[in-house]
């Protein structure tokens, strides 16, 4: 085996929701390990054009591509800008998130359905989308929560859609890995990110997490992005279906 097993030198790679938080640190990291990178925003261009030029120092040139995953016009939009700039694509990571954390009694029908087809659905048609760009040896990795497997306090449609995030890891696992496409999953502990500010319980969050950690510390968007080079290496190659959680210990604290 090569000694270099973690470089991605000639890849191309998707990151959804890139712009920002573990979305921005995957990008970086898919870069440095030589891929090519299109980043996936909605609503944050200046952030985007922001990893982009990080990503420019490098002497690289990312694709910046606008659109809402939960779109499915929006998702062949984005197909079709990769197909014409690229003509293939090695690795998709879909982790743009979204949700609302609401106690269940203020919780809507349309609640669900934003939070479900961003969270979860938007994966299967991600991928359906792009099977023709996906050759034998490409890597479809999501990216979920503790909340999948955890009850976490206003966390109850995102939490289930996280869980049901997995559940597709799985099954997409059975009908993709025959063809020479692995599909995982990465579970992040507590990441101090722009989308925590959203918990109104937030400085309890961080404060009981380093706490219960027996790393004792905090899960940078770094440490999710190292777990993802990892998934998408040879070393990698016998990961199938697989969610792997990065905590630092965190979960498996009573």
């Known amino acids: 085996m090569s000694k270099n097993v973690l470089s991605l030198e000639g890849k191309k790679a998707l ?38 030029a990080e990503i420019r120092k490098m002497g690289r040139e990312p694709l910046l591509l606008k659109g809402n995953v ?20 090695d690795i998709i990571i879909s982790n743009a998130a979204s949700g609302v954390l609401k106690p269940v009694e203020e919780l809507k029908p349309h609640h669900w359905e934003w939070t479900m087809n961003i969270n ?9 989308a792009a099977l023709p760009l996906l050759q034998p040896g490409s890597n ?18 995102v939490g289930a859609s996280k869980a049901a995030l997995e559940s597709l890891v799985r099954h997409l696992t059975v009908e993709l890995t025959p ?45 999710v992005a190292a777990a993802i080079l990892f998934l998408c ?16 210990g965190y979960s498996i604290v009573g």
């Open 233 to 248: 290496s040879p070393l990698a190659s016998q990961i199938c279906g697989h969610t792997l959680v990065i905590d630092g």
């Open 70 to 89: 939960a779109e499915e016009a929006h998702i062949h939009r984005m197909v079709e800008e990769m197909q014409t700039a690229w003509g293939r694509l």
């Open 120 to 128: 979860a659905a938007a994966l299967v048609f991600l991928v359906r």
């Open 179 to 223: 063809r020479g496409i692995r599909v995982n999953c990465v579970s992040a502990g507590t990441v101090e990110t722009d989308a925590l500010r959203h918990f109104p319980n937030r400085d309890e969050i961080l404060r009981e997490s380093i706490e219960r950690t027996p790393s004792g510390r905090l899960t940078m968007p770094e440490d």
């Open 15 to 52: 990151v959804t929701g890139g712009s920002r938080g573990i979305g921005r640190a995957i990008a970086i990291a898919l870069s440095c390990a030589g891929a090519d990178v299109a980043i996936n925003f909605f609503r944050h261009r200046e952030s985007a054009e922001e990893v982009a």
């Open 140 to 157: 479809v990795i999501a990216v979920s929560s503790l909340g999948a497997v955890r009850a976490i306090p206003n966390y109850t449609f």
